[in-house]
């Protein structure tokens, strides 16, 4: 990465924190790893197995923690370093402020082919791209930016600084909150899965219909939260959807109607999260993860891959139910095995009567 | 919920059948759940386990079936109710009155940013939303919806009363039945995925390539059919794929091509089906469910979330094969087991040997 | 299929190889299946099974490889035939060549609805459609289709014959190659899921948040990719993303920031690939697979549908974890066992130490 732009370490510091050890004048232009970075760049150190590369490393200057830096028995002549508790939040920081350094601004304003209602209120500094729309009665925040083809339905509220990528719709009545990420694709508010059996008789002669729920909650968004790609949050039926503050959801999730997902929680991709759920603070939910419907999860509860959730999870704690693929044969071995554990059982049980009536012949 | 429009109990009944017991002119103005709803408000009792709540409801009338009716003991003086055998389809069809009544109704006609081939045919009664776009020999029905950002191909039937959410899209030639809802980003028709292989050799040696078989049938979507945000149904090889009349089918589920899927049969979010598998009517299929492609499943077949079909399910009833989740540790150690039963099988063998050896050895 | 463009046999043999055997003058005017072609129809023989309806068919001609001809013991009268060693995939050129033929072709140019920024250089044989978006800097490459509501980013480049179905996200920088196809819906280059942790405290007490790591490396697809609707595949966090040329990707699948698909590999629907992670040449991932983050599959590793690969798989060969659903009552019974495992295997390890302590009392 390489921005065009220079900033000293003394520059760095003034607006992140931390400590110079070295020379505070040195300009670094953009990050790369340890074993890819030049003299004009920034390194960290976030992992204890990359410590030798700090020593051989041709950054002009690396983020490190001190007792890392403590470490280090022959560091290069002339190495610079800034000294911080967490070099890898502390790396994020510095890219991020290098990409708002170097990227290109968008001019505020509605783009021409773009069609705002005129009951919608869009502030002045906000970003409006081609084909996107915003029906009546919609608050676009400050410097929100909604790009191509994004659909902003009735009622909807954008906070400020929000970005909403190509295509995106957010159904009628949604609240987004400051600084929210929705990346393409994504459905914010579509109507819950709700239908009311209304069938009589049974087999070949029942008849009725499945008669619609209309879902009139909406969906909630807290401040910095970021929606991947292709992600679909269901309004709710009666009460709201809830996402709250900074909760991370990675591409093709699907939180089902009237769920609750509490702060800081990361949701990775493929994961699905039925109706009416309630997930706990702080929680990792892993890839492909599937949760059943009314269940509640501790805060601090992690659920890793693929794994499915069926009952409520009222501890903290680490909780699995994925197999890891072996060879198909080993496997299909094994499988029939589960599939007649019984019969494993019962000849267990058997050998323990043979032998208790042998014991009991023998007294 | 409540929209601003007041009717009688009496009227509700003339529309929606049952019987009043109470004062028939009492007037709602909206619904809410037992323990929220006031007396301007009508409230439902689909669960036996809230009968206590009706007694202490301040509902101004509730939803009841005759055996729950009776079984009250001491209903709140004054009460009213509306006894039907389904208070819960009655509630959403009241759900949906109540709607409609306090929805903007959206104006007919085509937006002036939409794009509409001059071969298209749109009745004069539908909506157009802003941004989209319907392709040469299209056909759009009476009162028909189509949100911002809609993709409608060529020779596309869509019914009466079709509403098609922001960002759907449509390929060329699918079809669908009257009141059909698709929700947010859902696609229509795309191309089965279906690739004849070519190659020659093995290994580093291999050559060729993946030669595309056209996918040349189309959708079919029967009445009253719901699909859900960012759900696929692809498009047959040489037939169609067909969805059947008052399929429910929930968000980010995937239908491959050739399907067919029984009337009335409900599919949860996350699931896929995988090419040529043939679903029966009044089936529901669990969330993350995967079906494998070539397969029939029975009417009336039931698949709990996130289990997996390889072979067709020729009877009614209820299947599974997942596992719910329990700390990583107790299944660390199961799966470790599981790994190695044939091992366990292999000692239960050798102890069943040796007791029979020391009958032997002993007769 | 029927095109109305009618084609000999000869010229078949002439484009696209093999032989034949019957009337080289003989005119096909479509494709069908062996059991449902008429005179005017070319059907083909690829499975065995299917060899008694080459006797029967009413096909003008057959595509036949020479092993499957020899085998015949009455063809009809008259019958036609085009050798070749792979029908299937001559059948799927043909199809092809007579879309072709029938389809109608889109003219060239720019839709009057769609917005091209100034500074985008697009092929004049370019198709694009109603309100697509081309933004600064992009390359649109000769006879590229982009459809309704698709979305290129700055700086994006687009091979030759490129097509782009509606509603397709390509987001700013991202590279894809000659004729890759782009189902609807789905999105190329949104930012990888990456965030560093930040937080101090624990419990309650914690405090702090996640920090987005830039992703600043791209998403790069080689010639002949196709990718599925609503699939998402992110783009890099330092380096690219990287689909080799030839990748057959299905709908709704999830691609992490880093990974590397090889070339030709196939890779079903609804399957997730975490972050970082290495696929060889020649794979087949089945549908709903989930991979983990920071593995590497060797070459021609099959995975079968549903199951979890969470580590590297270093020989081709087939994989598997998943179980197959049976009745809920005997997975339960099944499941139960599996969760008490250890105790089986305790009452076995008992069984052995009494049958043992008998022996030497014995002795």
């Not at 560091?75 to 994020?92: C, D, L």
């Not at 992690?302 to 994925?322: D, E, F, R």
């Amino acid at each position: 990465m390489a921005s065009g732009m220079a900033i000293t370490l003394d520059e760095l510091v003034r607006r992140f924190g931390g400590e110079v050890v070295g020379e505070g004048a040195y300009r670094v232009e953009g990050l790369a790893p340890l074993d890819k970075a030049g003299p004009a760049q920034l390194a960290f150190l976030a992992n204890q197995k990359y410590l030798p590369q700090v020593e051989s490393t041709r950054a002009g200057a690396v983020l490190i923690s001190r007792a890392d830096l403590d470490k280090l028995t022959a560091p290069r002549e002339g190495s610079n370093f800034i000294v911080t508790p967490n070099p890898y939040a502390y790396f994020a920081r510095v890219a991020q402020a290098f990409i708002e350094l170097s990227a290109p601004k968008a001019k505020p304003g509605v783009h021409p082919s773009a069609y705002v209602d005129p009951a919608a209120k869009v502030a002045a500094s906000a970003v409006i791209g081609p084909h996107a729309t915003v029906e009546a009665g919609a608050v676009v925040g400050e410097r929100a930016r909604l790009d191509a083809g994004v659909s902003i339905g009735a009622g909807v509220t954008l906070g400020d600084d929000v970005h909403l990528y190509p295509n995106v719709t957010v159904y009628h009545g949604c609240r987004l909150g400051a600084r929210v990420i929705v990346h393409a694709g994504a459905v914010i508010g579509a109507d819950g899965f709700g239908f009311a059996p209304d069938f009589v008789g049974e087999g070949d002669a029942r008849t009725g219909s499945w008669v619609k729920i209309p879902q009139v909650g909406a969906v909630q968004i807290g401040d910095d939260a970021e929606i991947g790609a292709n992600t679909t949050i269901d309004r709710g039926a009666m009460a709201d959807t809830v996402i709250e503050e900074c909760v991370k959801i990675d591409n093709l999730v699907q939180i089902g109607h009237n769920c609750r997902i509490g702060a800081y929680t990361v949701i990775a991709g493929c994961a699905g999260i039925a109706g009416s759920t309630n997930i706990g603070k702080h929680c990792m939910i892993g890839g492909a993860v599937g949760i059943a419907g009314h269940v509640t999860l501790a805060d601090y509860v992690i659920v890793t891959a693929q794994s499915g959730v069926s009952k409520s999870l009222t501890k903290p704690g680490m909780y699995t139910s994925a197999f890891p693929a072996v060879s198909h044969a080993d496997w299909n071995k094994s499988a029939a095995l589960v599939r007649n554990l019984d019969k494993l059982r019962d000849r267990i049980k058997a050998l323990e009567t043979a032998l208790a009536d042998k014991k009991n012949g023998e007294a």
